[in-house]
T-cell receptor, first 114, second 108 residues
Framework: DTGVSQDPRHKITKRGQNVTFRCDPI?????LYWYRQTLGQGPEFLTY????????KSRLLSDRFSAERPKGSFSTLEIQRTEQGDSAMYLC????????????FGPGTRLTVT | GIQVEQSPPDLILQEGANSTLRCNFS?????LQWFHQNPWGQLINLFY???GTKQNGRLSATTVATERYSLLYISSSQTTDSGVYFC??????????FGTGTRLTVIP
């Protein structure tokens, strides 16, 4: 069991550029979640997949954000036309089962928009 | 949505001391997890404890679901215990709602 992995670990981009992050969940986990954490706060939910279906989206997920999980395995989170307010840690988590089980988190991608 | 409050917000301990961290939540929950966030930002799972009591080494946790609170006990604290401790719950939806955390500093 290699745990949840995320890539890249750090990303610095200029305002207005697009960025894409990748998350690889624990291999047998069918549920995958994206969260965002800003300095001094707890993580906040963005979106959730069960297998390849995106089942929930937070109001925090503006139309500049899109997430995919094309084959029910890895997931990508894209932010278009980045803004300085997008600077945050983006965390991915996964869990197993049909109900809400224990979630395991990856190391996160820290995004800095200059 | 559900409210999750953690106390105290900050805690400074001498190495070897014991501590209790509290998490209050405003509604019934399906899931409750305690995490330790290390200085690099990694969330480390401590307990999955929607109800009852669990122990793991120097750490233990108790959730009293009917009274809507959970406690995390740290005994014989070590400097490596420093970091932010988060309580997070699932209530009705599928995602975790996090508290604002308790920042623990253990000094030698």
């Amino acid at each position: 069991d290699t745990g949840v992995s995320q890539d890249p670990r750090h990303k610095i981009t200029k305002r207005g550029q697009n960025v894409t992050f990748r998350c690889d969940p624990i291999s047998e986990h069918n549920r995958l979640y994206w969260y965002r954490q800003t300095l001094g706060q707890g993580p906040e939910f963005l979106t959730y997949f069960q297998n390849e279906a995106q089942l929930e989206k937070s109001r925090l997920l503006s139309d500049r954000f899109s997430a995919e999980r094309p084959k029910g395995s890895f997931s990508t989170l894209e932010i278009q036309r980045t803004e300085q307010g997008d600077s945050a840690m983006y965390l991915c988590a996964s869990s197993f089962g049909d109900t809400t089980g224990e979630q395991y988190f990856g190391p996160g991608t820290r995004l800095t928009v200059t | 949505g559900i409210q999750v409050e953690q106390s105290p917000p900050d805690l400074i301990l001498q190495e070897g001391a014991n501590s209790t961290l509290r998490c209050n939540f405003s509604d019934s929950v399906n899931n409750l997890q305690w995490f330790h966030q290390n200085p690099w930002g990694q969330l480390i799972n401590l307990f999955y404890i929607p109800s009852g009591t669990k122990q793991n080494g120097r750490l233990s946790a108790t959730t009293v679901a009917t009274e809507r609170y959970s406690l995390l006990y740290i005994s014989s604290s070590q400097t490596t215990d420093s970091g932010v401790y988060f309580c997070a719950v699932v209530s009705g939806a599928n995602n975790l709602f996090f508290g604002t955390g308790t920042r623990l500093t253990v000094i030698p």
